[in-house]
C-alpha cells in the first residue's frame, strides 16, 4: 500500500509541476533561438557567435544594486567606442530581468554597448559569475581567455587583450 501511496504522490507532484511551467510546450522559441549562436539584444538586434569571429569579446555581468558596476561601465563604454571594430562588448544582466525593466536600468546607468536580453551563459559555455562585475574575455579566436573580477579600468581591459 505504500508503494502505490507514493506513486500517487509522485504522480501528483510531477502534474503540479507541469501546470507551473513558465512555457506552454506549443509556445514557439524565441525568434533569435531560431538561428543557431544567435543572441537576441535589447535594441531589438541581435548578434551570432559567428559575427563574433576575429573581434575580442567581453561579456559583462552587470546589476543596477551594484555600486562596483556602476563604476566600471563608462570604462566598458570607453573600451567599445575606442575599439569598435575588433572588440565586442556584451552586457548581461545579473537579475535576469524582462527586457521592459531592463532597458530603463540600462539607461539609467548609462550603457552604450549591446545588452543581451536572455543570459547567454549555456551558448558561451560559461557559468553564472559569484561576484559581480564580472566580466569573461575571449579573444578573436572565441577562445575563454579568462574572467576579469571586480571593477576594471581602461587599462586593465586593455591589459586582458594584451596579454590574450
Same mark, same amino acid.
Given at each position: 500500500?505504500?508503494?502505490?501511496?507514493?506513486?500517487?504522490?509522485?504522480?501528483?507532484?510531477?502534474? !503540479? +509541476?507541469?501546470?507551473?511551467?513558465? =512555457?506552454?510546450?506549443? $509556445?514557439?522559441?524565441?525568434?533569435? %533561438?531560431?538561428?543557431? *549562436?544567435?543572441?537576441?539584444?535589447?535594441?531589438?538586434?541581435?548578434?551570432?557567435?559567428?559575427?563574433?569571429?576575429?573581434?575580442?569579446?567581453?561579456?559583462?555581468?552587470?546589476?543596477?544594486?551594484?555600486?562596483?558596476?556602476?563604476?566600471?561601465?563608462?570604462?566598458?563604454?570607453?573600451?567599445?567606442?575606442?575599439?569598435?571594430?575588433?572588440?565586442? !562588448? +556584451?552586457?548581461?544582466?545579473?537579475? =535576469?530581468?524582462?527586457? $521592459?525593466?531592463?532597458?530603463?536600468? %540600462?539607461?539609467?546607468? *548609462?550603457?552604450?554597448?549591446?545588452?543581451?536580453?536572455?543570459?547567454?551563459?549555456?551558448?558561451?559555455?560559461?557559468?553564472?559569475?559569484?561576484?559581480?562585475?564580472?566580466?569573461?574575455?575571449?579573444?578573436?579566436?572565441?577562445?575563454?581567455?579568462?574572467?576579469?573580477?571586480?571593477?576594471?579600468?581602461?587599462?586593465?581591459?586593455?591589459?586582458?587583450?594584451?596579454?590574450?
Amino acid at each position: 500500500m505504500t508503494v502505490i501511496v507514493r506513486a500517487c504522490l509522485i504522480m501528483l507532484l510531477l502534474g !503540479v +509541476l507541469a501546470a507551473c511551467s513558465e =512555457q506552454p510546450a506549443t $509556445e514557439a522559441p524565441p525568434a533569435a %533561438a531560431a538561428e543557431p *549562436g544567435a543572441m537576441a539584444l535589447l535594441d531589438g538586434g541581435s548578434v551570432t557567435l559567428a559575427e563574433l569571429e576575429g573581434r575580442w569579446v567581453f561579456v559583462n555581468y552587470w546589476a543596477e544594486w551594484c555600486a562596483p558596476c556602476r563604476e566600471e561601465i563608462p570604462e566598458l563604454n570607453e573600451l567599445q567606442a575606442e575599439h569598435s571594430e575588433d572588440v565586442f !562588448v +556584451l552586457g548581461v544582466n545579473f537579475d =535576469q530581468l524582462p527586457p $521592459e525593466v531592463m532597458g530603463p536600468q %540600462a539607461e539609467r546607468l *548609462g550603457i552604450r554597448f549591446a545588452v543581451a536580453k536572455e543570459d547567454p551563459r549555456e551558448l558561451l559555455g560559461i557559468t553564472l559569475p559569484e561576484v559581480l562585475p564580472s566580466t569573461y574575455v575571449f579573444d578573436p579566436s572565441g577562445a575563454q581567455i579568462g574572467v576579469l573580477l571586480g571593477p576594471q579600468n581602461l587599462d586593465q581591459l586593455r591589459a586582458a587583450m594584451a596579454e590574450g
